[in-house]
């Protein structure tokens, strides 16, 4: 089955710095990819649809500035915490969707601790 | 708006048991219905996708329905094993996928 690789799997940084988190679809291109975030015992929640070669759509409440998205290349997708306060600790998990299949394969996901 | 809710949300059950966990959502305007598996601290991993048109999906041990007009998903799994503890996702497309707050089973020996 397809293959989506999300690194790092576990980050802990200080309050203020910026993290990035890559999400990569390795045997397929994927021209659309979606970053979910996930509070312990909690479901998954969209935050963002990252289409590659244009502007990220982001859900309602997902401040643009906070949660940088760029899809520069079919298989490449990035999200960036700027500016990470403690309130942002959270499980990040990325999915993109094969062109021709409406499954969505995900990542292994990304735990973020701000100190 | 939709709404997904998957009952019960956590349950203990002795190896060998069949299980049925439910999901439930309220616009029946959807493409399409996914499970998935969550192992603790991990990704998803798609377990069963259901198109709108279908009645049911089979995959091994899993069996997963899709009652539409009454906005119902069962996910069966026959013969449990402690290998299948996680937690279990129903998601309904409409244009995006919106998730349930998902079922922790617990399978123990």
């Known amino acids: 089955g397809a293959v989506v690789s999300q690194h790092p799997s576990r980050v802990i940084c200080k309050s203020g710095t910026s993290v990035k988190i890559e999400c990569r679809s390795l045997?397929?291109?994927?021209?659309?990819m979606f970053w979910y975030r996930q509070f312990p015992k909690q479901s998954l929640m969209l935050m963002a649809t990252?289409?590659?070669?244009?502007?990220?759509?982001?859900e309602q409440g997902v401040e643009k500035d906070k949660f940088l998205i760029n899809h520069a290349s079919l298989t490449l997708s990035t999200l960036t915490v700027t500016s990470a306060h403690p309130e942002d600790s959270s499980f990040y998990i990325c999915?993109?969707?094969?062109?021709?299949?409406?499954?969505?394969?995900f990542g292994s996901g990304t735990q973020l601790s701000v100190l | 708006k939709q709404e997904v809710t998957q009952i019960p949300a956590a349950l203990s059950v002795p190896e060998g048991e069949n299980l049925v966990l439910n999901c439930s959502f309220t616009?029946?305007?959807?493409?399409?219905l996914q499970w998935f598996r969550q192992d603790p601290g991990k990704g998803l991993t798609s377990l069963l996708l259901?198109?709108?048109?279908?009645r049911e999906q089979t995959s091994g041990r899993l069996n997963a329905s899709l009652d539409k007009s009454s906005g119902r998903s069962t996910l069966y799994i026959a013969a449990s094993q402690p290998g299948d503890s996680a937690t279990y996702l129903c998601?309904?497309?409409?244009?995006?996928?919106?998730f349930g707050t998902g079922t922790r089973l617990q399978v123990f020996p």
């Open positions: 045997d397929f291109q994927a021209t659309t």
């Open positions: 259901i198109q709108s048109s279908q």
């Open positions: 990252s289409n590659e070669g244009s502007k990220a759509t982001y």
């Open positions: 999915s993109a969707r094969i062109p021709t299949n409406e499954k969505l394969f």
């Open positions: 616009d029946s305007a959807i493409y399409n």
């Open positions: 998601a309904v497309n409409p244009d995006k996928l919106i």
